[in-house]
């Protein structure tokens, strides 16, 4: 598998991972429990800052592997890009297992939300600035 892009992002507090249809990155540095998609903060990009070969890759419409990896834990997943996806927004990134396109989104039919994330990966984003790790994997 061929790497298009990494991002980092840190823990904190208030990470649940409860959400059943998205996971979301944030570059935003507070987080309440209202934000129970939020995988990470302060990351390092959002849908505007990713590379021109991902960019390429979701609107070419191909499967893109995520890889989640922290000093101690891994998991990881695979959604569909869209010629439809905008990846316009400047503060987050959205993954989502519906179909549902907007500025935030950046991959769709995901194969696992935020809840569907191993726990023991979530339970140590707990611990604020905690760095993990966000890799996008493409099968050519």
């Not at 990009?45 to 991902?54: G, I, R, T």
Request: hydrophobic fraction near 35%; proline fraction near 1%; charge should be neutral.
């Amino acid at each position: 598998m061929r790497v298009l892009d990494e991002i980092y992002a840190y823990g904190h507090p208030n990470i649940l991972c409860t959400h059943t249809t998205t996971i979301e990155i944030t570059k935003d540095d507070e987080l309440t429990v209202r934000g129970n998609c939020i995988l990470g903060i302060n990351a390092s990009k959002a849908c505007f800052d990713l590379s021109e070969d991902l960019k390429t890759q979701i609107w070419n419409q191909k499967k893109i592997w995520v890889k989640i990896e922290t000093a101690q834990y891994k998991d990881q997943f695979f959604g569909f890009g869209n010629k439809d996806l905008l990846l316009l927004h400047k503060e987050d990134m959205v993954f989502r297992t519906s179909e549902f396109v907007c500025d935030r989104t950046i991959l769709i039919r995901c194969s696992k939300s935020s809840a569907n994330l191993d726990r023991d990966l979530i339970n140590s984003l707990t611990i604020s600035k905690k760095k993990v790790k966000i890799s996008f994997l493409s099968e050519d």
